[in-house]
């Protein structure tokens, strides 16, 4: 195993693994580096959410933390004049074609655009850009998953879950530009594809765009009594 090497972030000496992305070596040491569609287990960084800009010295531009590796001397600012702006920006574009109904939203109280909101001390509804309309029809085909494409972010997390962990394939990205969304690959609805209703989705999804349906009190007695 290779010794480990020492970078500071925000002048903060760290310790990661050589090789590592800065986006994992900071939140392991404690450091909040906003991000929506990072996620460890994948081999390549995604790189779609840009919200994770951070400073590097040496480095005439900010980088996203999440495909930058670790090295040993690095020193990272994460906050900056110019990263924060940045992630505004990234933020507000989200938003601006998000259909925001936290009151009625299942991720209300645990949604990470909430907690990005606050972090980056900026509203859920961005004063800047203009508001895209959000009508696409909420799938509620499946007995186990509902889809709402209005609240999705496009972070790609159902997907890769889908297609790479389950290796099920019921959800891809389909349609391109401003249309683009997560569905079945023929848009079919999900009851008519081969979802088996797992949930996995639906647990890596950061902003409510896909939930577990709520089961019937009487069945989930029934289930409960069964399992006892």
């Known amino acids: 195993m290779e010794d480990p090497v020492t970078l500071y972030i ?13 986006l994992w070596a900071a939140l392991d040491a404690g450091v909040y580096i906003p991000h929506l569609c990072a996620m460890r287990e994948r081999d390549f960084p995604f790189g779609a959410c840009r919200l994770c800009f951070v400073e590097v010295e040496g480095k005439d531009a ?16 994460t906050r900056s004049e ?11 574009l989200l938003m601006s074609h998000h259909d925001l109904d ?3 939203c299942p991720a209300n109280g645990s949604c990470e655009l909430q907690r990005l909101a606050k972090f980056l001390k900026i509203p859920l509804k961005p004063k800047r850009l203009r508001k895209l309309a959000t009508e696409m029809p909420v799938d509620d085909s499946h007995p186990e998953i509902v889809l709402n494409p209005n609240r999705c972010v496009l972070c790609g997390k159902c997907v890769w879950v889908c297609q790479h962990v389950l290796k099920t394939g019921a ?27 797992c ?19 009487a069945a989930a007695e029934d289930a409960s009594a069964a399992g006892a």
């Not at 925000?10 to 800065?22: I, N, S, T």
């Not at 896909?210 to 019937?216: E, N, Q, T």
């Open 10 to 22: 925000d002048d903060k000496p760290v310790q990661a693994r050589p090789g590592e992305y800065l």
């Open 62 to 77: 900010p980088v996203t933390a999440c495909s930058e590796p670790v090295r040993e001397g690095l020193r990272v600012r």
């Open 82 to 92: 110019r990263v924060d702006r940045l992630r505004r920006t990234a933020f507000e």
């Open 102 to 104: 936290c009151k009625n």
């Open 171 to 197: 959800l891809d990205f389909v349609l391109r530009g401003l249309r683009t969304r997560v569905a079945p690959f023929r848009m079919e609805p999900l009851a008519q594809t081969i979802c088996n209703g």
């Open 199 to 217: 949930g996995a989705c639906a647990d890596v999804c950061p902003v409510g765009a896909l939930r577990r349906r709520a089961k019937p009190k």
